[in-house]
């Protein structure tokens, strides 16, 4: 039985930290030998934000090297950048006459950008839901591993596969944002306010970039207090968020370990930030290193971009000729 398809895009803006990996890369290892993936990075849509074009090459390089870094591997899955898809951009104009101005406007990610950046409200701003649909039909695919923030773009995707498959007949499946259960976990920030994220206080996100001394200063930066004074009481969250990155990294007898000494309150939250500041060099260096390794290897990323767009652009191909008879346009056959 032919596998079923999986598309996801990655931005190619920032550097990528442990909340990517434990909430997309982590997930993508895990599909590669069940579905038929393809993974792209989205750098046509990062031109809505002006990026230097200098910048381009190296954002681009330095996501596929993070990636098949965290063990993305390029010989299972087709890894490629969006701009390589030409037939991309066709289904993205075909379906933009299919999108409504006022549709668009209502999408909250376009109002915050709107709220943040009012001087720089582009066309190409208000159509990135169109965009995505195209990036996810154009190899009619299923499921869309996508973090929360996505999920209305998806139903978006949904509701112009159906227009389209409604006026021309059916030719797309309705995307479904893909559900990893429990494994979704959360990586709270260091400051215990909230997740790790690219962009709000980079002294508490743990980057997959970051050298070990780095690392260590972050992790000893940890929001804790004078440690508990009552027998198994309850945690404060940003106590919880420690032992919760203790969780993703340490051994199960180091977590033990904390645990039973936070419940008899004889706990010292600078041998535990130690603990975890080496924990986590151990998670993050081999990452790390093999990124570095990977990057500084040019031809190597050029092959895995090369191989991974001829791989999607036989799928793309397949597709917009389909399109282009669904809806008249076919003049020499
Ligand atoms: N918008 C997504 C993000 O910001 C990236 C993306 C672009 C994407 N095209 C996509 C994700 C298609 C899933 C499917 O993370």
Redesign the pocket.
């Known amino acids: 039985m032919s596998k079923e398809i999986v598309?996801?895009?990655?931005?190619s803006t920032g550097y990528l930290h442990l909340g990517n990996y434990f909430g997309a890369m982590r997930n993508y290892v895990k599909m590669q030998d069940d579905y038929n993936c393809y993974f792209?990075v989205?750098d046509y849509?990062s031109l809505t934000t002006h990026p230097d074009p200098k910048d381009l090459r190296a954002n681009v390089y330095r996501v596929v090297a993070e990636n098949v870094a965290c063990g993305l591997d390029p010989n299972k899955v087709a890894l490629y950048a969006?701009s390589d898809i030409p037939e991309i951009p066709e289904l993205y104009l075909m379906l933009n006459m299919l999108a409504y101005k006022g549709e668009l406007e209502k999408v909250p990610?376009f109002k915050d950008k709107v709220r943040l950046n009012p001087d720089n409200v582009n066309a190409g701003l208000l159509t990135?839901p169109v965009?995505?649909?195209a990036?996810?039909l154009i190899h009619k695919?299923a499921h869309?591993?996508?973090?929360k923030?996505?999920e209305q773009?998806?139903e978006m995707?949904r509701n112009f596969a159906q227009r389209f498959n409604h006026r021309y007949g059916d030719l797309f499946p309705e995307?479904f944002p893909f559900n990893f259960g429990d494994t979704l976990v959360k990586v709270p920030s260091l400051d215990g306010n909230g997740k790790m994220s690219k962009s709000e206080n980079l002294n508490a996100t743990l980057f997959l970039a970051d050298d070990d001394d780095t690392i260590r200063k972050k992790v000893m930066k940890a929001k804790t207090d004078s440690g508990p004074t009552e027998m198994n009481s309850e945690m404060p969250e940003y106590i919880q968020n420690v032992f919760q990155l203790l969780n993703l990294v340490s051994s199960k007898e180091t977590i033990d370990t904390f645990t039973n000494t936070y419940n008899d309150c004889t706990i010292r939250y600078g041998d535990l930030k130690k603990q975890l500041a080496e924990d986590m060099v151990a998670f993050i260096a081999p990452i790390r290193e093999r990124a570095q390794a990977l990057q500084a290897d040019e031809s190597q990323i050029q092959k895995i971009l090369k191989e991974g767009a001829e791989k999607a652009r036989e799928s793309a191909a397949k597709t917009i000729a389909e399109a282009r008879k669904a809806i008249g346009i076919s003049y020499y056959g």
């Open positions: 598309v996801s895009g990655i931005r792209f989205a849509h969006q990610t990135y965009l995505m649909t990036d996810i695919a869309v591993p996508v973090g923030d996505q773009h998806i995707a995307p």
